[in-house]
């Protein structure tokens, strides 16, 4: 048995993705591998030829502001100067945890399961943190975080109670923040276009949706004054050139978002298929991942490395397997063997 186990993979593969590690650790296991721990469309957009002047020049604050411009619409944000651009919405969390001490908090709320980094920011910044499992008990706390649709078992929650606990924030003065990065492939309602209110701030990913992690590309909606605070803290040419020419035209792509969005839906159900056909229950997701709940997992995780395939388990939930979507026909059959042969 390999030594990628639930512990070894929360320390080394913090958010899965590192293939180094697996290979390190499954040397005998056949290539290449296929890499089923991040959650990323594998399907990424088609964009034009970059220029050469998006690697030799530094980025015109020109494109900025039509990036802005284009995300503004895609996002239904109220105004471009609502909207603050970051090199990923990783960038983002620390700076809003910093801009809610400054406005006051002490403490910081994040509904669980989710994303480990809101929590760690918070801390970071000097808040106490408490996990909580329901909606209602983030009222309490200063700075609050709700993930919609939810990583990783996909939970929704209603826009009309997220829009009541934001006007309860502002009207104390915290803060809510909504981090819609799987928005386009869940059953979630965004809220972005209520950040009017100063009390709420929504996270928008552009890399897990339009296949392109490593672009490093995140926004965040809000009300113009966190806004203007954030690109403060952000400083000039914080998105790369490269970054600006794929994203501007990807946003504005409607055709393309609209396809994808039912190729992926086609594919998760394709993905459920092999998971029911395998004997695991499908416990959430969305159409980019699926999370099954199984005393099992770590065994799966063992056995589908030794086959190549790296999925995503976690330390602190060790029944907990997430798996993202094969790329290609030959990548699907190498996962409905190995299902097959567990």
């Known amino acids: 048995m390999g030594n990628l186990g639930p512990e070894r993979v929360e320390a080394a593969i913090r958010h899965g993705g590192d293939l180094g590690l697996a290979r390190a650790s499954y040397p005998l296991a056949p290539q290449p591998w296929i890499d089923l721990s991040t959650g990323i469309n594998p399907h990424s957009y088609p964009h034009s030829p970059l220029p050469a002047s998006a690697f030799s020049r530094l980025p015109e604050p020109d494109a900025l502001e039509r990036l802005k411009a284009v995300a503004a619409t895609t996002f239904s944000a109220p105004s471009v100067k609502h909207l603050a651009a970051a090199p990923g919405t990783q960038m983002l969390m620390p700076l809003l945890a910093e801009i809610a001490v400054q406005r006051g ?27 909580v499992a329901h909606l209602s008990d983030l009222a309490d706390f200063d700075y609050a975080v709700v993930i919609n649709p939810n990583n990783p078992d996909g939970r929704v929650v209603e826009r009309d109670n997220l829009l009541a606990l934001a006007d309860h924030m502002h009207r104390k003065g915290g803060l809510l923040v909504v981090d819609e990065a799987f928005i386009e492939t869940g059953y979630a309602a965004s809220v972005s276009e209520a950040t009017a209110i100063e009390g709420l701030v929504v996270l928008r990913s552009f890399g897990k949706f339009y296949g392109m992690a490593g672009l490093r590309l995140g926004f965040a909606i809000a009300h113009p004054d966190i806004a203007n605070g954030l690109e403060q803290r952000l400083g000039p040419w914080a998105v790369s050139g490269p970054a600006l020419h794929v994203a501007t035209e990807a946003l504005a792509d409607w055709n393309w978002r609209e396809a994808m969005r039912l190729r992926l839906r086609e594919e998760a159900a ?4 092999l998971l029911g056909n395998a004997g695991f229950t499908v416990g959430g997701g969305t159409s980019l991942f699926r999370l099954v709940r199984d005393e099992r997992a770590a065994a799966l995780f063992d056995h589908l490395a030794k086959r190549g395939i790296l999925v995503r388990i976690f330390d602190e939930r060790p029944y907990d397997v997430r798996f993202g979507l094969p790329e290609t026909e030959g990548e699907w059959t190498r996962l409905k063997v190995a299902l097959s042969e567990f």
């Open 105 to 131: 908090a002490k403490n910081a709320a994040v509904l669980t399961p989710a994303y480990a980094e809101h929590a760690r920011t918070a801390r970071m910044a000097g808040l106490a943190v408490t996990e």
């Open 270 to 273: 394709r993905l459920d298929g």
